[in-house]
């Protein structure tokens, strides 16, 4: 009976995936696209996606093998090339807020050009893809409504990398592959919240004491800050943290504010309190949930918090759903 119970179990959530996956599919837009220009090397080894599902655009390169190094296997020689993304409005180039970096998984940044890697590796049945997401509050730059997005791909001449030596051998690549390609996007309404605390006070009685809890040649109190994480399409982001970082020695007394950007009423938000470590992970000292109206108040006075280890958090919405574009 307990197999026959997991079994159901395990087909439950299996069916729930392909239904999500499937809406997923059904959801999801293929954006139409011209290239404007584009080298033969990307018009014979390539093919792109563009396509936006609820607020995020994905872009999908598929690459096939752009070098043939059949004689050079015994060696155990692999190439790598550097693809570099840009994206433009009217010519500007878009700004990413290095805020954001982090939320791009297995891409680097050179100021505001998107870095994705590919390698010759590859069944030659098969082709290498370089995909990455961005939710649509990146471009809060932008002017809601609809712009005609300019995207240039180039790629580095050389990056070729020895897998018997630990050590990189350069070597000219001789690949002309660039494309110039333009597809319409249409911004949505971007607003901003900010928050501003006026004090922290943590528990400090027999149950709990801050003194020790953090490894100092001090008396071991936290350094404490602050911060705010919202979901948007099903992710968590994260603002900024606090202005301020105080050792509870003297308390957190500061009155700083913190900012963040979102689509419509953020709704539910977490407001974290961690205590800062160089040494190790910065710990958890409390966890606020709740709906972000809860916040509000009369006459703009503070709404005083209680939760985990906090005895007082005073808080108020300084601006909420304030338009920036």
Request: aromatic share 14%.
């Amino acid at each position: 009976m307990k197999v026959i119970n997991i079994t159901i179990i395990f087909l439950f959530f299996l069916l729930t995936s392909c239904i999500d996956e499937w809406d997923r599919y059904l959801d999801t837009k293929q954006l139409n696209y011209n290239i404007i220009s584009a080298s033969d090397d990307f018009k014979n080894y390539s093919k792109i996606h563009i396509e936006q599902y609820k607020n995020t655009l994905t872009i999908r390169l598929h690459i096939k093998q752009l070098l043939n190094l059949s004689k050079k296997n015994k060696d155990k020689i692999s190439v790598y090339k550097r693809f570099k993304f840009k994206l433009f409005d009217n010519n500007n180039i878009i700004k990413i807020d290095p805020l954001f970096y982090k939320y791009f998984t297995g891409f680097d940044f050179i100021n505001d050009t998107i870095i994705g890697y590919k390698s010759n590796d590859c069944d030659i049945t098969k082709t290498n893809e370089i995909k990455f997401s961005i939710p649509l509050i990146y471009f809060y730059k932008l002017k809601n409504g609809k712009h005609k997005i300019n995207l240039k791909i180039t790629t580095d001449d050389e990056n070729i990398i020895d897998k018997l030596k630990s050590d990189k051998i350069k070597q000219n690549i001789n690949i002309d592959y660039r494309a110039n390609i333009i597809f319409n996007l249409n911004i949505p309404e971007i607003y901003e919240t900010t928050i501003c605390n006026d004090s922290i006070i943590l528990q400090n009685d027999k149950y709990f004491s801050p003194k020790g809890m953090d490894f100092s040649f001090r008396e071991g109190y936290p350094d404490i800050y602050w911060q705010i994480i919202y979901n948007l399409d099903n992710k968590n982001y994260e603002s900024i943290k606090s202005n301020h970082e105080a050792n509870y020695a003297t308390m957190y007394l500061y009155k700083d504010t913190i900012s963040f950007i979102h689509l419509k009423n953020p709704g539910k938000i977490i407001i974290k309190v961690m205590d800062r470590d160089d040494l190790s992970p910065d710990d958890i000292i409390g966890i606020w949930k709740g709906d972000i109206n809860k916040l509000e108040s009369t006459k703009n006075t503070y709404k005083t918090l209680k939760f985990d280890h906090i005895d007082k958090f005073k808080i108020k919405i300084i601006k909420k759903n304030n338009l920036i574009n």
